[in-house]
């Protein structure tokens, strides 16, 4: 099973990005997926998560701003990140607990998200 995250880059203040997460392989059922992030020198974070019933749950500094989204047809997650500043500036990985059957926690490889002041 691999999650491939893509759609990060280099952004100005204020501006949008979407990220876009898809897991492939032998996946038979993907119970939750979210988006993390890591900024230098400091510990990975929720950002936003959603579960297969549509249960989503946004980190307060986001709310408002991004907005998570799933294709569960596609194994495809995407997160619509709208009026960015520069403290978004991080790595953003996702994240996927899913079966093969075996339920397992999986991880993209990350996508750079650079916001400029």
């Known amino acids: 099973v691999q999650l491939q995250a893509s759609g990060g880059g280099l952004v100005q203040t204020g501006g949008s990005l979407r990220l876009s997460c898809t897991a492939s392989?032998?996946?038979?059922?993907?119970?939750?997926m979210g988006w993390y992030r890591q900024a230098p020198g400091k510990q990975r974070e929720l950002v936003a998560r959603?579960?297969?019933?549509?249960?989503?749950n946004y980190a307060d500094y986001v709310k408002g701003r991004f907005t998570i989204s799933r294709d569960n047809a596609m194994n495809t997650m995407h997160l619509q990140m709208n009026s960015l500043k520069p403290e978004d500036t991080a790595v953003y990985y996702c994240?996927?607990?899913?079966?093969?059957?075996?339920?397992?926690?999986?991880w993209g490889q990350g996508t750079l998200v650079t916001v400029s002041s």
């Open positions: 994240n996927a607990y899913l079966s093969t059957p075996t339920y397992q926690n999986y």
């Open positions: 959603m579960t297969s019933d549509g249960t989503i």
């Open positions: 392989g032998s996946v038979l059922r993907i119970a939750n």
